[in-house]
């Protein structure tokens, strides 16, 4: 069945403008973030997250076990957005010895989108659509006081 114009839903004729407030919404999230937060085995993960004003990121993973050890450190970098309540990443790759290791682009996996719960000047929580988690952030100065 072919639909003509007349029996589609109108849309604007062109993409409307993005709030200010939108606007400083993604503001916040640029700059260096943290989190540590403990997985369903009884880990701790670790993430820390540094957002460029360009849409790049580098985010740095470690897990630890419950006594302490560390499991698991990876770094990985991509590209990120947040438009319409929802934050995205893209992962492009990881480092293996300090070089770049790039993703295969077309992996599903390699994609991720978070609905926004919480978006402040000192705190991000946002929950991943695929997985359920919820991952909460706080910024990097908080770390050192």
Do not use: C
């Not at 990121?57 to 957005?81: A, C, P, R, T």
């Amino acid at each position: 069945m072919k639909l003509t114009a007349a029996e589609l839903s109108p849309v604007t004729d062109i993409k409307p403008l993005v709030s200010e407030k939108k606007q400083l919404q993604r503001l916040m999230f640029i700059g260096e973030w943290f989190s540590i937060q403990q997985t369903e085995s009884g880990a701790t993960r670790k993430a820390t997250i540094r957002r460029s004003p360009n849409g790049t990121y580098v985010i740095h993973f470690e897990f630890y076990s419950k006594n302490g050890d560390l499991i698991y450190s990876q770094k990985e970098f991509g590209m990120w957005g947040v438009s319409g309540g929802i934050y995205f990443t893209i992962n492009q790759g990881w480092f293996e010895n300090d070089e770049p290791v790039y993703s295969n682009a077309i992996d599903a996996n390699n994609n991720d989108a978070y609905k926004l719960l919480k978006v402040s000047e000192n705190e991000l929580i946002y929950q991943n659509l695929s997985s359920g988690n919820t991952f909460t952030y706080q910024k990097a100065k908080d770390k050192l006081e």
